[in-house]
Nanobody, 121 residues
Framework: QVQLMESGGGFVQTGGSLRLSCAAS????????MGWFRQAPGREREVVADINWNSNTYYSDSVKGRFTISRDNAKKMMYLQMNSLTPEDTAVYYC???????????????WGQGTQVTVSS
């Protein structure tokens, strides 16, 4: 079992940057696929990026080239560096852990509580 906790959200102006962190508990962090998802008001939860056991990465088209996902298995941490933020990136961001690299929320079993990211215009 894995417990996840996000940090690093906040308020930023358009064009700014934020770095989200996800701290995981459990002994087998390296065995899990890890992902970042987001949910804006009135919208479904969507994948932002995810990273598998070999640190292969996937990005949604909306963030490709602006966001970077990474993981540190020794520290049981995952990160999301977000650059060139726009108001369309405003959402609650969740980290998640699963065992299938499928780039969809249904593939993830464990979820954090979420952290709010707000980008002003």
């Amino acid at each position: 079992q894995v417990q996840l906790m996000e940090s690093g959200g906040g308020f930023v102006q358009t064009g700014g940057s934020l770095r989200l962190s996800c701290a995981a508990s459990g002994r087998t962090f390296s065995n899990y696929v890890m992902g970042w998802f987001r949910q804006a008001p009135g919208r479904e939860r969507e994948v932002v990026a995810d990273i598998n056991w070999n640190s292969n990465t996937y990005y949604s088209d909306s963030v490709k080239g602006r966001f970077t996902i990474s993981r540190d298995n020794a520290k049981k941490m995952m990160y999301l560096q977000m650059n060139s933020l726009t108001p369309e990136d405003t959402a609650v961001y969740y980290c998640a852990a699963g065992q299938t690299w499928a780039h969809h929320a249904n593939a993830y079993r464990y979820w954090g509580q979420g952290t709010q990211v707000t980008v002003s215009s």
